[in-house]
């Protein structure tokens, strides 16, 4: 069984234009939300054997306070091709993460994320700032998830328990 949680990065700060869109941190409520979704992952007990993240600042930072969170101490997994993803781009990405990670978190953006999970079920929801979506592989290799061995298991985002 493979276990995939795509995360969207938290809130971001428009505050500063001068920020490219891949300098922008996180704003007040994403520095509230992340360490909230990390907690309550830890509470569940979730932990991933890997992290994959774009490298950019609001996605790096989300995944850094997650991680601290779940007690994740191994590197986080910086991805470039996470950042302006597509969905070729961002299933290589999943179809290639070691056989021997049996959960893997990602953190990325939108459009792509929600365009990744609609591929494999029906899920038609916007994923929204800190948003999760667990999704479930019956397959022992990443490289042979598909729509057919899919199972939609999790949607949570911090909205939902303000």
């Known amino acids: 069984m493979k276990t995939l ?10 505050k500063d234009i001068t920020l490219t869109d891949f300098d922008r941190p996180l704003n007040n409520r994403g520095q509230r939300d992340a360490p909230f979704m990390g907690e309550l992952l830890y509470k569940r007990g979730i932990s991933p ?6 490298p950019a600042k609001r996605a790096k930072t989300t995944a850094e306070i997650i ?14 091709k996470i950042y302006e993803s597509n969905l070729i781009s961002l ?4 179809y290639g993460i070691n056989n021997k990670h049996n959960i893997a978190f990602l953190f990325g953006h939108n459009p ?5 999970v609609e591929d494999f079920c029906p899920f038609y929801e916007n994923i929204p700032t800190c948003g ?9 290799s ?5 729509v057919d061995n899919c ?7 911090p909205k939902k328990y303000q």
């Open 5 to 14: 949680y795509l995360m969207r990065h938290a809130k971001s700060s428009w």
């Open 49 to 54: 054997d890997v992290i994959y993240s774009s």
């Open 67 to 80: 991680a601290d969170k779940v007690k994740y101490s191994k590197p986080i997994e910086f991805e470039d």
């Open 91 to 94: 299933k290589n990405i999943v």
């Open 112 to 116: 792509c994320l929600n365009i990744f």
């Open 132 to 140: 999760i979506v667990m999704l479930e592989f019956n397959c022992d």
């Open 142 to 146: 990443w490289s042979d998830i598909s």
């Open 151 to 157: 199972n939609f298991a999790l949607f949570e985002y």
